[in-house]
């Protein structure tokens, strides 16, 4: 798993210099300036120049910088990022791809930013995200997963997945009444499966509804809960909620520290397993609150 924080991750178009500064500003683990959907095909070349000046000219504090590019199908593409990293590559930290189908557009994105990294003699190594958000990246997560030593997260594209899939839904990220259940679990467990075995960052995707907070915090929930180790933002408020859900609780911070010191205890005298509390802590669960007590300490609350 990549060690960099990804709790919430702030859409903020790249047409807009407004959004761009008020996004420098927000509390988000990951601002991605964006050049696809956000932005109107008319504007595309133009909006390059206001996600440079953004990237270059605002201070960022810790937030990681990212910038959503055009898919490899279409004509902005590679010239978004030439353009984009010829100009401000030093203060890249991730390019996000959309619309992957196949390997075979990870290995495009990562031999372009290999050849400009060695070219600009870049300090840092720019690393990929990529949007599972088609039925045949979905059909072949675990060979997009695989594909490059440069990825480190994929995210589940909801929106653009249901209409792939030609699912009846009225709003990006929601639930319809016609289906008895959460209708994204087979799609976010494969996910983050191909994600966990690959050492990535599995990402849930947005949620339309910016004004129901407890709606994006149940599914930001869900998302926790199957693995996920953060969520697409639409807006600053939605970060506030996904750096919350995503972070242990100081209750699942205590109890995972009594665990695990006790199997530490009972491992010293020989044992391989303890009880605590009338549950049986063995090798299997400690590492389970082990990874609680990791994530405590890249949130900060530990």
Known sequence: M??????SELATPGSSEKMITKAAASDADLVFLDLEDAVAPSQKVAARDNVIRGLNELDWGKTLRAVRVNGAHTQWAHED????????????????VPKVMAPRDVWFFDTLLTQLEERLSLPHRIGLEVLIEETEALACVED?????????????GVGDLAASQGIRVSHIGTQTGGYPGDMWHYARN???VAARANGLDPIDGPFANFRDGDAY???????????????????????EIANDVFAPTSDEIATAQKMVDAYKASADDGAGSAGVGGMMIDAATARIFETVLERARLTGRA
């Open 2 to 7: 990549s060690m960099r924080l990804r709790r």
């Open 81 to 96: 990022v030439i353009k984009i990293v010829e100009a401000a590559g030093k203060n890249i930290d991730i390019i996000i």
């Open 144 to 156: 997009i997963a695989a594909s490059s030593d440069r990825l480190e997260a994929l995210i589940l």
């Open 190 to 192: 494969r996910m983050i």
């Open 217 to 239: 915090r149940q599914e930001a929930t869900w998302a926790s809960t199957l693995g996920c180790v953060g969520k697409w933002a639409i807006h600053p408020s939605q970060a």
